[in-house]
């Protein structure tokens, strides 16, 4: 018993630092711009995993040949899903964003099947079409116009995008890195797809900047816990629950988000936004039904 209750602090905790992460992000726009966000954020947790690793003697070496797929798990997360995430941010409110993002989950069965030829049951499809449903529900008003630009909405698709190509390569890593030896050499090569956009456009205005504790706090917070702790925490629980029961605990973010979001940033939460969160989180759990029958 104490052990499920390891597992599940551990599970919610990670999700209350993700969704933490989409205000964070906004605090951290009070002074900077996404790339110095990006940067500043792998900076701090590649520097701080690698340390713990080392304290604890658990860094896994990373072998010559398994170079190639760290350099592109790189290129998807943090590259891809940070550039989608963080540039979509600027444009979409924290609430809209958890959501789109909560929905990684639907289309990781899709992924397997396109990649792995994994069967693909009619209830995730359903849960698809279901979650769509709310996620339009939120970005579109009662007059049909959108609640934010579709640029904005689009870079967070991007980021979800980025996240199922991240889990298909993550299988091509082998079984005997640990999971915090990946995050760590992800960060750490993800640093120099941002080091040369950050030192193109960021940096020449790094003087101009009007640099607030507020905006610096966030990112060393988006650092150490949505980036380190979080992972941690979730492949802590991940490993003895499962991948399927611990992608469920992911459907907790935008209902964390678009509270925090409203306590702290004074998002305004409407009765369709909250039936479009509802909508989304059942969908989920719908595409989480056993069907034993007609699977394609």
């Not at 998807?76 to 993002?101: H, K, R």
């Not at 996620?135 to 870079?155: H, N, R, S, W, Y």
């Not at 040369?196 to 960021?202: A, E, N, R, V």
């Not at 650092?223 to 499962?242: D, E, K, N, P």
Request: net charge positive.
């Amino acid at each position: 018993m104490s052990e499920r209750f390891k597992v599940l602090g551990s599970m919610v905790l990670s999700m209350i630092c993700w969704a933490f992460s989409f205000v964070w992000i906004k605090q951290a726009f009070l002074s900077f711009n996404p790339l110095t966000i990006v940067l500043g954020r792998l900076v701090i947790s590649a520097g701080l995993l690698y340390i713990i690793l080392k304290l604890l003697k658990q860094l896994k070496p990373m072998q010559k040949a398994d170079f190639k797929w760290f350099v592109l798990l790189a290129f998807f997360e943090p590259f891809l899903y940070f550039m989608g995430e963080s540039f979509g941010l600027e444009l979409v409110s924290s609430t809209v964003g958890a959501v789109i993002v909560s929905t990684i989950p639907l289309f990781a069965p899709i992924t397997d099947k396109l990649f792995f030829k994994s069967r693909v049951s009619w209830s995730n499809i359903l849960g698809i079409f279901v979650s769509f449903a709310g996620v339009l529900l939120l970005i579109f008003k009662e007059d049909f116009t959108l609640t934010a630009p579709i640029k904005g909405i689009l870079l967070v698709f991007l980021a979800v995008i980025a996240a199922l190509g991240y889990s298909v390569v993550l299988k091509k890593i082998p079984k005997g890195y640990n999971a915090v030896s990946i995050i760590t050499y992800q960060n750490a090569i993800g640093i120099f797809f941002f080091l040369p956009l950050f030192l193109t456009y960021d940096y020449p205005n790094l003087g101009d900047i009007d640099i607030k504790t507020e905006a610096v706090v966030a990112v060393i917070f988006l650092a150490v816990f949505a980036s380190s702790l979080a992972f941690i925490f979730f492949t802590y629980g991940m490993r003895i629950i499962g991948i399927t029961k611990a992608n469920v605990f992911v459907n907790m973010i935008p209902v964390f988000t678009a509270v925090i979001a409203w306590w702290v940033l004074d998002e305004v939460l409407t009765l369709q936004m909250l039936i479009g969160i509802c909508i989304v989180i059942s969908g989920v759990f719908v595409s989480q039904i056993k069907v034993r029958r007609r699977e394609f």
